[in-house]
C-alpha cells in the first residue's frame, strides 16, 4: 500500500519536502558564508540561486505525482474545489442529472420487465407460440387472439412436426384450493405432462411433471405448486412435498415446486398450481372432455424450435402439416358450417416469438403506454443532457479568463480539457450517484404507479444496472464533449483577446447564440410532453363520461363459482338462489339478479344465432353475444328497458324468450320494433325463442368497447356467475353486510371481487391515468429543467451586459426600457420554442392516437394547455434574471471591472 | 556558476543514479558533488534536482531515510535500489554508445 501514502498523506508528504528543501537552503548559505559572504549576502544569493522556493516545489510536487492514479485525484480535488466555489450551479447540475438519469432507469427498468425480458426458461429465443387468424366452426375458448387450438391439433403437431424439438398445450383457468380448513381461490395452469420439459424450468423442490403424466382422463390427482404460492401460502414448508391438498373438491398430491422466478407463459401474469391437461374436467365442468373434438379450439400451444432452424424456416415447416390437418378436418366439418370449408382452408399458422412470454387475453396489458413512457424518459434524458451542456457552457464562457489566463502560463490545451474533465466527470458521478439513490428510494411506489396498481409484487423494484449504465453513459458523454468544447473554442479565439478585454463580451455571443437554440429545443420537447398529458386527461375525462349503456351508480357485483368444491348444476344453482334472495332482504338492497356475464369480465357466448328474414353477408356471419341473467337482471343491472318488458320468473323454465339490445335490432330487425318476432337455431338447443323486450346497448367490455349485437335470456347459469345488487343506499355501506349475507350461503365457497362497479370501472383506466400522471410529472420536469435552462441564459446576459445595462440607465434609461432589452430575448426563446413544439408535437400526438378517445391529436385543449403552460412558467423564469438587470446600480456598473 | 552549461535532457537521472550508487548522499550533497566531481563544468539547479530525485524515487530507482549528518542535523539521504543499479547500467551503456558516436562524428568531420 505503499503507493497509496502520497494520495492519503499529503501533509505529511507536505512536510517531508519543506524540511529537505529548507536543508538544502541553509547548507547552501552556510557553503557561500564558509565563502566568505555575510549572512545576510548568503542568504540573497541563494534565494537567487534556488529561483524561487514555491516554484522548486511546485516542480517537485509535479514529479511526486507523476503516479497516474495520484494525478487524477489531484484533478478530482481540484474539481472539487473549483465546484464548491460555486454551489448553485453545482447543485443545479447534479439535480438536473439525478432527475434526467432516476426518471430513466426507473423507467427503463419497468419497461424491460413488462416487455423486454424474457421468460426465465432455458434458451428463451427459441420458444414460439402458435396462432392461426381466420374462421374456426365450433366453440372457441380464449377466442380474442386466435391463440387456441384442439387437443388433437396439439397431438399432431406434438407427435409430426418436425420443426420443434419439443410442443407443449397449456390452458389456464382457475379453481379453489382447501387446505388446512381454509378455501381459497388460485390460478390454474393445466399443462401438458412436457411442459416443464419443453421451458427447461428446473423444479425447487420435489419433481415436475412428465409426459407419463398425460393420461387418462381424471387418472392424475398430482399437483406442482409455483414457487411464489408455496412460499405465500406454505411459507415455503418442504413438507409439502408429498402432501395432500383439496383442488376443486378433490384431493391431490403436491409432488413438487417450480423453480423461483418462473411465473407464467403469459406475460404479466402468474399461476398459483398447475395441474396435467388429464385433469381438465375438475376445472371445466360446463363443457367436459374434448380430448377428441377436433374443433373446439382451447389449448394455447407453445414450441421450441429444433436449434439451427430459424422461425420463418420453421412456420414454413409448420405450416405444411397445418394444411394437411386441415386438409384432413375439412372432411369433417361440424354440421351447419360445412360452407365455411373454403375460408377454413385459408387459414394459416403464424410462430409467434415467445421467449418474453405470450399474450392471449387481446389486451398486451401496459406494453403500449411502456413503449411511450421510455420515448418521455428519453426526452426527459435529453433535455437534461442539453440543460447540462447549457450549464457547463455558461460556466466555461464565465471562466474563459481563468482559462485564458492557465493557457498563457503554459498548461496547454490539454491542461485546461483535464481540469474541466475533473470538474465534469465529478458532476456526472454526483448525478449519477443521487440518481442510484433516488431510484432506491422511489423504485417501490414508482413500480407501482407504473406497471399495475394489483400486481406490483411480480415485479422486481431493483433498478437494472444495464440501464442505470445506459443514462450514466449518456449524460457522461455530454460532460466530456462539453469538457473538449472549449479546447476547440481556444484555438478560434485569440488568447491575448480575451485577456485584453473587461468581461470577455465578445466571446460569449456565439456561445450565448448556441444555448439559446438549446433552450428553444427544450421548450419543444416540453410541448410534446405536457401536451400528451393534456390529450390523456382529456381522455380520462371522456372515458369517466362515457355513457355505458346501464346506471353504473348503487350498483355492487361480486362474482362466486360453485362448481369448484365440485357441485353439480343443480346444487350450484341452488346456491346462487339462497345468496340471491339473502343478498335481497339486506335494507338498502333494491334488487338482485345473477348472469354469467360480469362487467368487465368475460363469461358472455358468442353465438351463431338465425333470425328469420336476415340473411348474413357471408356465410356464418351472424354472431351474437349471448346472455345468461335471472328475472330480476334489468333492474338490478340498471339496463334502460326501450319497448316490451323485463323478464318475469315465469320465463324460468323451458327457455322461450329474450330480450335483445339496441345493436341487435339494427342488425338483425333493420330497425324494426322487435317485440314479439322469433329467433332461430340459438345453439346448446335452444330454438324459437320470442323478442320480449330491448334494451339499450351495453359496453360490455368497459369505456372504450363498441357496441355489439346481444340477447340476454331468462337462465339461471349453473356454473361461475357475477352478481349484480342494486342499492338504494351508498353502496360502499353495504360491502360488507352483502359479504357477510353471501358467504354464509356460500359455505366455503370463495366469494370474490367483491365491490362497487365504480370503483371497477375506473380501476380499468388506471393505464390512462398513470399515462397522464406520469406524462404530467414528465412535462412538470421538463418545464422546470427548461426554466432553469432560460434562466441561465438569461442571467447570462444580464451578467455580460452590465456595464452596457449601467450606460443606458445612467443616459436615462428607465427600468422598464431595461426590462424591455431582455423580454425581446426571452420573447423570441420561448415562441421559437412553441412554433417548433406545437406542430411537432401534432406530428407525435399521432403515435399516441389509439389510446386516445375521443379527442383529436390535435386538441386544441391540450395543445393550447401545454403551450400557455409553458409560455407562462418560462416567461417566469426568463424575466427573473431582466428584473434583477433593473436593480443594477450604474454607478457601480460603470466602475466594475 | 550561472555560466555553467546545462545539463543535457535526460542526463541528470543518469548523474544522480552515478552518484547515489556511490553512497547514502542527501540532495545537497548531490549538487555538490555533480559540481565537485564535473570541476564547476556542470551546475544543478534546484528546481531540476529534486524534481528529478522524485521522480526517480516514484519509479522505484531511489530509496530515502532520514538520517543524521556530520554536523547532527536531519538530512533525507537517498540510496540506490537494484532496480536503480540496473537502470544505472542500461543509462550508462546507453550514455556511451551515444557519446561514443557524437565522439566519431566529430572526429570524422575534421
Redesign the interface.
Known amino acids: 500500500m505503499h503507493w497509496l501514502r502520497p494520495l492519503f498523506r499529503r501533509s505529511a508528504v507536505e512536510r517531508?519536502?519543506d524540511?529537505?528543501?529548507r536543508?538544502?537552503f541553509e547548507?547552501?548559505i552556510e557553503?557561500l558564508m564558509a565563502q566568505g559572504a555575510t549572512r545576510g549576502q548568503a542568504i540573497r544569493q541563494a534565494r537567487i540561486?534556488?529561483?524561487g522556493m514555491g516554484?522548486?516545489k511546485d516542480?517537485?510536487r509535479?514529479?511526486?505525482l507523476?503516479?497516474r492514479l495520484e494525478r487524477i485525484a489531484r484533478g478530482l480535488r481540484m474539481a472539487a474545489r473549483s465546484l464548491a466555489r460555486s454551489p448553485g450551479f453545482t447543485a443545479v447540475a447534479v439535480t438536473t442529472l439525478a432527475l434526467g438519469i432516476g426518471a430513466n432507469t426507473l423507467i427503463f427498468s419497468a419497461l424491460d420487465q413488462a416487455i423486454l425480458r424474457n421468460l426465465p426458461v432455458q434458451d428463451p429465443a427459441r420458444l414460439v407460440a402458435f396462432r392461426s387468424l381466420g374462421t374456426n366452426p365450433g366453440m372457441d375458448r380464449n377466442s380474442g387472439r386466435k391463440m387456441s387450438f384442439s387437443y388433437p391439433k396439439y397431438l399432431d403437431f406434438r407427435e409430426r412436426a418436425e420443426v420443434f424439438a419439443g410442443v407443449l398445450a397449456r390452458y389456464s383457468t382457475d379453481g379453489s384450493l382447501l387446505y388446512n380448513g381454509a378455501t381459497e381461490m388460485i390460478d390454474v395452469e393445466l399443462v401438458s405432462g412436457n411442459y416443464f420439459d419443453v421451458l427447461g424450468v428446473k423444479p425447487a423442490g420435489g419433481r415436475l411433471f412428465t409426459p407419463d403424466d398425460d393420461g387418462n382422463p381424471m387418472d392424475h390427482p398430482v399437483a406442482v405448486l409455483s414457487y411464489s404460492y408455496w412460499q405465500r401460502r406454505f411459507g415455503g414448508d418442504r413438507g409439502m412435498v408429498g402432501r395432500k391438498v383439496t383442488i376443486n373438491g378433490m384431493a391431490m398430491t403436491v409432488i413438487g415446486v417450480s423453480a423461483q422466478g418462473f411465473q407464467d407463459v403469459e406475460r404479466g401474469q402468474s399461476e398459483d398450481v398447475r395441474v396435467p391437461l388429464a385433469m381438465k374436467d375438475l376445472f371445466t365442468p360446463m363443457w367436459p372432455g374434448g380430448f377428441k373434438n377436433r374443433f373446439w379450439a382451447w389449448l394455447n400451444i407453445i414450441a421450441r424450435v429444433k436449434p439451427g432452424i430459424s422461425r420463418e424456416q420453421a412456420e414454413a415447416g409448420a405450416n405444411v402439416l397445418y394444411h394437411q390437418i386441415l386438409e384432413d378436418e375439412s372432411k369433417n366439418l361440424p354440421k351447419g358450417a360445412e360452407n365455411l370449408r373454403d375460408e377454413f382452408l385459408k387459414r394459416r399458422l403464424d410462430l409467434l416469438p415467445a421467449g418474453g412470454g405470450i399474450s392471449t387475453n387481446g389486451q398486451d396489458s401496459s406494453a403500449p403506454f411502456l413503449i411511450e413512457l421510455s420515448a418521455m424518459a428519453g426526452i426527459v434524458l435529453l433535455i437534461a443532457c442539453v440543460n447540462l451542456a447549457g450549464l457547463l457552457m455558461a460556466r466555461t464562457a464565465a471562466r474563459q479568463r481563468e482559462l485564458a489566463i492557465r493557457m498563457a502560463l503554459g498548461a496547454g490545451r490539454f491542461g485546461v480539457v483535464r481540469l474541466l474533465l475533473g470538474e465534469n466527470l465529478l458532476l456526472a458521478a454526483a448525478g449519477g450517484t443521487l440518481a442510484v439513490l433516488l431510484a432506491a428510494a422511489l423504485g417501490k411506489p414508482a413500480m407501482v404507479l407504473l406497471l399495475s396498481e394489483d400486481a406490483p409484487s411480480l415485479y422486481s423494484t431493483t433498478p437494472d444496472l444495464r440501464i442505470l449504465l445506459f443514462a450514466l453513459g449518456a449524460t457522461l458523454l455530454t460532460a466530456v464533449a462539453m469538457s473538449l468544447a472549449p479546447a476547440f473554442e481556444a484555438r478560434r479565439t485569440q488568447l491575448a483577446d480575451i485577456l485584453k478585454s473587461e468581461t470577455g463580451a465578445s466571446v460569449g455571443r456565439a456561445q450565448v447564440r448556441f444555448r439559446k437554440a438549446l433552450v428553444i429545443a427544450q421548450v419543444a420537447f416540453c410541448v410534446w410532453l405536457l401536451m400528451t398529458a393534456g390529450l390523456f386527461a382529456r381522455t380520462l375525462a371522456n372515458l369517466r363520461a362515457v355513457d355505458l349503456g346501464f346506471e353504473r351508480r348503487n350498483l355492487i357485483t361480486f362474482g362466486i363459482d360453485p362448481t369448484i368444491i365440485g357441485l353439480k348444476p343443480a346444487d350450484s344453482i341452488a346456491v346462487c338462489r339462497r345468496i340471491e334472495s339473502t343478498v335481497a332482504a339486506i335494507p338498502g338492497v333494491n334488487s338482485v339478479s345473477f348472469s354469467n356475464f360480469g362487467v368487465l369480465k368475460s363469461g358472455m357466448n358468442i353465438q351463431q344465432i338465425k333470425v328469420p328474414g336476415y340473411v348474413p353477408p357471408r356465410p356464418g356471419d351472424a354472431m351474437a353475444g349471448e346472455l345468461s341473467v335471472t328475472p330480476g337482471h334489468v333492474r338490478a343491472a340498471g339496463l334502460h328497458l326501450l319497448a316490451g318488458r323485463e323478464f318475469a320468473d315465469s320465463d324460468l323454465g323451458a327457455i322461450k324468450t329474450a330480450i335483445v339490445n339496441q345493436s341487435f335490432v339494427k342488425r338483425f330487425f333493420h330497425g324494426e320494433n322487435p317485440v314479439g318476432r322469433k329467433m332461430n337455431d340459438v345453439g346448446a338447443g335452444l330454438d324459437n325463442l320470442e323478442v320480449i323486450g330491448v334494451v339499450r346497448d351495453q359496453k360490455f367490455w368497459g369505456q372504450r368497447d363498441e357496441a355489439q349485437p346481444a340477447f340476454y335470456i331468462p337462465n339461471e347459469f349453473p356454473a361461475a356467475v357475477s352478481f349484480y345488487v342494486r342499492t338504494t343506499l351508498p353502496p360502499e355501506n353495504l360491502l360488507d353486510t352483502i359479504r357477510k349475507g353471501a358467504e354464509r350461503q356460500a359455505a366455503g365457497i370463495p366469494v370474490t371481487r367483491l365491490g362497487t362497479v365504480e370503483k371497477a370501472l375506473d380501476l380499468n383506466l388506471s393505464a390512462e391515468k398513470q399515462m397522464m400522471r406520469l406524462a404530467g410529472l414528465f412535462g412538470l420536469l421538463a418545464t422546470l429543467l427548461a426554466a432553469i435552462g432560460l434562466y441561465g441564459v438569461i442571467a447570462y446576459t444580464v451578467a455580460r451586459r452590465t456595464r452596457e445595462i449601467g450606460i443606458r440607465m445612467a443616459l436615462g434609461a428607465g427600468r422598464a426600457a431595461v426590462v424591455r432589452m431582455f423580454l425581446r430575448d426571452v420573447a423570441i426563446i420561448i415562441a421559437a420554442g412553441l412554433a417548433i413544439g406545437v406542430p411537432t408535437g401534432f406530428g407525435m400526438a399521432h403515435f399516441v392516437r389509439e389510446q386516445l378517445y375521443n379527442v383529436k391529436a390535435g386538441d386544441p385543449w391540450a395543445l393550447g394547455g401545454a403551450a400557455i403552460a409553458i409560455g407562462a412558467i418560462t416567461l417566469v423564469a426568463g424575466l427573473l434574471p431582466a428584473r434583477k438587470a433593473t436593480k443594477i446600480d450604474p454607478a457601480a456598473a460603470l466602475r466594475w471591472d | 556558476m550561472q555560466a555553467a552549461s546545462s545539463l543535457l535532457q535526460g542526463t541528470l537521472d543518469l548523474l544522480i543514479l552515478k552518484i547515489v550508487a556511490l553512497g547514502p548522499i542527501h540532495g545537497y550533497g548531490i549538487a555538490h558533488r555533480i559540481q565537485q566531481i564535473s570541476r564547476e563544468a556542470l551546475a544543478v539547479q534546484q528546481g531540476s534536482l529534486y524534481p528529478a530525485l522524485y521522480r526517480l524515487e516514484e519509479r522505484g530507482y531511489l530509496q530515502a531515510q532520514w538520517r543524521e549528518t556530520e554536523q547532527g542535523r536531519m538530512a533525507k539521504f537517498y540510496t540506490v535500489t537494484k532496480k536503480g543499479a540496473r537502470q544505472l547500467e542500461a543509462e550508462r551503456a546507453q550514455w556511451e554508445r551515444v557519446a561514443g558516436a557524437i565522439q566519431l562524428i566529430l572526429q570524422q568531420a575534421e
Do not use: K, Y
Open positions: 517531508e519536502m524540511a529537505e528543501l536543508f538544502h547548507q547552501l557553503s540561486q534556488f529561483g516554484q522548486v516542480d517537485a509535479e514529479a511526486r507523476a503516479g
